[in-house]
């Protein structure tokens, strides 16, 4: 009897293992992301002097694809020779709450979407934004470590749902939630600068959920300024025209707000 007992165990424990990886594979495919989850920039300063700095950039990016989140939750850097002789520098970012195998899916999705649409510009930028993971893929031939670059500000949001309040009160809950978040972000190390949270606006106090992120190589000022400059392009884009959720995006950091918990 404990013999079958203890197989029963066995039996119970490799399905439930089973059933968790299964929920992991679901969760990837069914975040293959569209046409309109993603954008790109390609920066307007050259291109690579020849393919073999494409071949370069590819390999670099081959790096960080394997490497994601492996030694810093949800960022990583990689470079495929020194910087300044003929080398590329990738990026990758995502939520550091996110799983591993989430946040490597999405940048795996994501290099080959810039690859194609910035196939020889020496700078580049992607972005892609699933309903429950954002990720960016960056590269350059010159060392952006540890600049405030934004050169290129992206937005994501829902269409054409609204909120049921008027835009002044998701104005304030944003800028509630903005306060609430940027100083814990900025104040993050350099394997992290990331604060999630909620807060209640409007008459019947409705929860809003936002993520705020820094890329971290950059400093607290500066992560600061970008989060600051994100808030300013959120209210743009977003809570303006009362959209249910939103995301502003640079290449050195992002805020994205939603009416639901972006963690679960």
Known sequence: MERKSLIILVIVNILLQVISLLNDVHLIIAQKPTPGQQVSKCRNNGNFKSDGVVKERDLAFDL???????????????SSSSIGTGGVLTMGLCPPNTKMEACRECISNTIPYLSKNCPKQKEG????????????????????????????????????????????????GLNDLANKL?????????????????????PGKRSLYGYMQCTPDIGKEMCMKCLSDATNTIHTCCSKQRKMSGRALSPNCYFWYAHYDLST
């Open 64 to 78: 960080l694809s394997s490497r994601i989140g492996k030694r810093s939750p949800g960022y990583d850097t990689s």
């Open 125 to 172: 930028v992607a972005w892609t934004a699933l309903p429950k993971v954002t990720c960016m893929v960056r590269y350059a031939d010159s060392a952006f470590a540890g600049n405030l670059d934004a050169w290129v500000w992206t937005t994501f949001s829902t269409a054409p749902n609204q909120t049921p309040g008027s835009a002044a009160d998701l104005e304030k």
């Open 182 to 202: 940027k100083e814990a972000a900025a104040g993050g190390d350099v394997q992290k600068k990331f604060a999630s949270g909620n807060v209640g606006y409007g």
